[in-house]
């Protein structure tokens, strides 16, 4: 079993930034792949970015190219999701997600999902 919480959601002026984080247990995190996804009021959940387990390959969907940045650090345990240029469309949960295969399926059907932090951009 794998625990993920994330941390760092917040209120953010739209143009803002936010770095958010998702420290997971387990002494296998560095064989995992990682991924970041988001809900917003209303809508399903949707994929917002990736990263392999050694941090060499990362996917983006492409409401987050150029803008965010998925990075980890295996020695903590810890991935990372820096969000730049926030628009009031990103506000949404965050869920911080794992799994132990490919980023096929990360990006898709994840086993592990963290409890989500709130991040909301207004105008």
């Known amino acids: 079993q794998v625990q993920l919480v994330e941390s760092g959601g917040g209120l953010v002026q739209a143009g803002g930034s936010l770095r958010l984080s998702c420290a997971a247990s387990?002494?296998?995190?560095?064989?995992?792949?990682m991924a970041w996804f988001r809900q917003a009021p209303g809508k399903e959940r949707e994929f917002v970015a990736a990263?392999?387990?050694?941090?060499?390959?990362?996917y983006y969907a492409d409401s987050a190219k150029g803008r965010f940045t998925i990075s980890r650090d295996n020695a903590k345990n810890t991935v990372y999701l820096q969000m730049n240029s926030l628009k009031p469309e990103d506000t949404a949960v965050y869920y911080c997600?794992?799994?132990?295969?490919?980023?096929?399926?990360?990006?898709?059907?994840?086993?592990?999902w963290g409890q989500g932090t709130q991040v909301t951009v207004s105008s």
């Open positions: 997600a794992a799994d132990p295969g490919r980023m096929s399926v990360v990006t898709v059907t994840p086993r592990w």
């Open positions: 387990g002494r296998t995190f560095s064989s995992y792949a």
């Open positions: 990263i392999s387990w050694s941090g060499g390959t990362t």
